[in-house]
């Protein structure tokens, strides 16, 4: 089975842009969440969804936003880029929103601003 | 709220010798804790997991992880490094309080370097 998939993987964009990060689950995963790693730094939790509906949000600013799609797979999107955006973003899926159900990363998208 | 603290942001040893990452948690109430590996430029790849069933956590790759609640530790170790162990380790938990989501927090990081 795959795991879970994230496209693109490296991208380059322009203070003031907009980005689209792409992300499909784990056949049989609801649930998907988003993180944010920054160059020597854990990965930051940005948002989960499950079912759809947004059931969590981290502490970033409202240019960033997401959606889930029927099929599960789900997007990212970050308006009026900052240099500071420039980072990793991880992909991760889970069965469910249990805290013990484990969750599994895709390979990141890695995002630079210039 | 949960949280991680990993001692040591870079361990060296020796090929064959013993590894040992430090991790040491805040919970209020029983936690969920994970240790994952990160390759270089690679995704995060889960090596185990604790969920209260058992306090000692044997993972993929030879490591294991023992629960400690007196020292609210969660210790990674291997018996014999290999060179291909050499990658960032990051400690986690699930936020158990974190409304109807669950997330994890992850810790800053250890980088293991492998000697010849």
Redesign the interface.
């Known amino acids: 089975d795959a795991g ?1 998939t994230q496209s693109p993987t490296h991208l380059i964009k322009t203070r003031g842009q907009h980005v689209t990060l792409r992300c499909s689950p784990i056949s049989g995963h609801k649930s998907v ?1 988003w ?1 944010q790693q920054v160059l ?6 940005i948002f ?1 969804y ?1 079912e759809k509906e947004e ?2 949000r ?1 502490n970033f600013p409202d240019r960033f936003s997401a959606r889930q799609f029927p099929n599960y797979s789900s997007e990212l999107n970050v308006n009026a880029l900052l240099l500071g955006d420039s980072a990793l973003y ?1 992909c ?1 899926s ?1 069965a469910g ?12 998208s890695w995002l630079t601003v210039v | 709220a949960q949280s991680v603290t990993q001692l040591g942001s870079h361990v060296s040893v020796s090929e064959g010798a013993l590894v040992l990452l430090r991790c040491n948690y805040s919970s209020s109430v029983p936690p969920y804790l994970f240790w994952y590996v990160q390759y270089p430029n690679q995704g995060l790849q889960l090596l185990l997991k604790y969920t209260s069933a058992a306090t000692l956590v044997k993972g993929i790759n030879g490591f294991e992880a023992e629960f400690k609640k007196s020292e609210t530790s969660f210790h990674l170790t291997k018996p014999s490094a290999h060179m291909s162990d050499a990658a960032e380790y990051f400690c986690a938990v699930s936020d158990l309080g974190y409304s109807s989501a669950s997330k994890i927090i992850f810790g800053s990081g250890t980088r293991l370097s492998i000697r010849p």
């Open positions: 879970v969440s993180y020597g730094q854990g990965p930051q939790f989960q499950y059931r969590g981290g991880l991760a889970s929103l249990s805290s013990g159900n484990t969750i599994y990363f895709g390979e990141g």
